[in-house]
């Protein structure tokens, strides 16, 4: 039901954008560089924590953006992961005119992940192998990005991420709540208003 | 739970491709990522796929796409498919200029697939493993139906897949276990095909235009 509801308000923020006239919001080209840091809360009172780094090439405030989050650990009633790396591919799209930018963006990528649940007995090595995999992710984001000045900004993110973890054992949900806190880099600032 | 994200979808796009000016220019390149499901899929699957395409727009009405695709299937517990898929096709657009800017394709797509069933701590299930590749001839309807900008457009597709071979032979089985993945049925036992009518929705991005 969440993921359902969540799809729908993204897609509701389509008729905003619309109304929107894009020529002169935030006019100009731009590659940029983010580092940050994402917490992100997980079912069973566990919290996950990643560094997170995008890439992304922006045209008149849509952005085709590549972001890749390294797991660092989690804490919690049910760790569950001994890593979590996600890669992702999408697009965001940053409003506003002035310094504060509201953003809203979608992306697919891959989870490489091990879980720490369930593994097998190796007879051979007597230790018991949990068997690493890749599965598909998607995330839905918001955001805001305040500008310092052309080449410097910051950003905080919210996102919820969906999918699951299916190896040699019992599957488990990939699902997060995520959220994202960092600055940003402006490499190369085209603007043409 | 499937059909009502279809039916949303739809309703969707009809409220929202009203009032913008669409379409593509010849020589266009576009390039996309995209997120599928099975709305076929028996109820005790669970999983989706995410790819990546890329459409030249050759002519006013037609345009040619490539496309990728990986996905990871969860077995109601007893196991995992997943499937690489490659595919090609070709895109028809009627009613260029027309609000939704709707399309007609039809391709081919090939498809790695490996089902691996649960192991456990002390049952080792690896050598159960199969691996196989299907083939499929897909047809159905699209639409570039929301453009943000001149850049990127939004964009909904509803596609059937034809088998060309048989499938990968499984089953769930009812043991007194629980729920149990057999990779190697009997012969004799009739197994329904898995159908395929697969809900897209993509975010296609316009890279560069060859005719320029």
Known sequence: MMKLTLTILLLCFLSVIHAADSTKINAGSNLKLGVGYAPGFITENTLTSQLHANLGYEINGLSVRFDTYYFLDSKGDRPRFTFNHQFYLGSFYRFGSKKLHPSIGAQIGLAYAQSNENGVFNAVTGIIDYKPAINPVALVSLGIEYDFTKQLYTFFEGKYISGKHVSNSYPTYLDELRISIGIGFNLINKTTN | ?212
Do not use: H
């Open chain 2, 1 to 212: 739970m499937k059909f009502q994200s279809l039916i949303i979808c739809c309703l969707i796009w009809t409220t929202s491709s009203f009032g913008q000016d669409l379409g593509f220019k010849v020589g266009e390149f576009q390039v996309g990522t995209k997120i599928s499901q099975n709305v076929l899929q028996p109820e005790n699957y669970d999983g989706f796929a995410v790819g990546l395409k890329g459409r030249y727009f050759m002519m006013s009405y037609l345009a040619f796409e490539i496309n990728t695709e990986f996905a990871t299937l969860d077995l109601s517990g007893t196991g995992s498919e997943a499937s690489k898929q490659f595919g090609i096709s070709t895109l028809y657009y009627p009613l260029k200029d027309k609000v939704g800017l709707p399309y007609l394709f039809a391709g081919y797509n090939y498809n790695l697939m490996t089902v691996t069933p649960v192991s456990y701590i002390y049952i080792d299930r690896t050598e159960d493993i199969i691996i196989g590749n299907m083939s499929r001839l897909y047809f159905g309807v699209g639409s570039d139906f929301y453009y943000f900008g001149d850049y990127l457009n939004l964009g909904l597709a509803l596609q059937y897949d034809y088998p060309l071979n048989d499938p990968l032979r499984f089953e769930i089985e009812e043991s007194p276990f629980g729920k149990y993945l057999n990779t190697n049925p009997i012969e004799s036992i009739i197994i329904d095909p898995v159908k395929y009518l697969n809900i897209t929705v993509s975010l296609n991005y316009t890279i560069t235009d060859f005719k320029k």
